[in-house]
């Protein structure tokens, strides 16, 4: 799926992370992206399938003209400083912590916002 550029290939830091990111709850949408279980109750994820699909949101995410126009999301504390991270990297506009209900919705909030690309996180 990442053809022949060498910069979309998966190296070796990017599998020592995958392997350190593995955890012990399952939910039943995460079977397809994990290869096995150890014996200490910790899911190993499956390389191959999770870079493809990270490839391909960030193919999406490449396609938005202006990087502000992605919104980031993450109420989770977990959460909320990768969303932070990643908004910094790529220009996208963060709303981390407690998220104001009509945001999307209501336009007669001062805070609205119509976002082209929604990235919600929940770890």
């Known amino acids: 799926m990442s053809g022949a550029l060498d910069v979309l290939q998966m190296k070796e830091e990017d599998v020592l992370k995958f392997l350190a990111a593995g955890g012990t709850n399952l939910d039943?949408?995460?079977?397809?992206?994990?290869?096995?279980?150890?014996?200490?109750?910790?899911?190993?994820?499956?390389?191959?399938?999770?870079?493809?699909?990270?490839?391909?949101?960030?193919?999406?995410?490449?396609?938005?003209e202006n990087p502000a126009d992605v919104s980031v999301i993450s109420s989770r504390n977990t959460g909320q400083r990768a969303v932070l991270k990643f908004a910094t990297a790529t220009g996208a506009t963060p709303i981390a912590g407690h998220f104001t209900p009509g945001t999307f919705t209501n336009q007669i909030q001062a805070a609205f916002r119509e976002p082209r690309l929604l990235v919600v996180t929940d770890p």
């Open 28 to 64: 039943f949408q995460m079977e397809q992206y994990i290869f096995k279980r150890k014996s200490d109750g910790i899911y190993i994820i499956n390389l191959k399938r999770t870079w493809e699909k990270l490839l391909l949101a960030a193919r999406v995410i490449v396609a938005i």
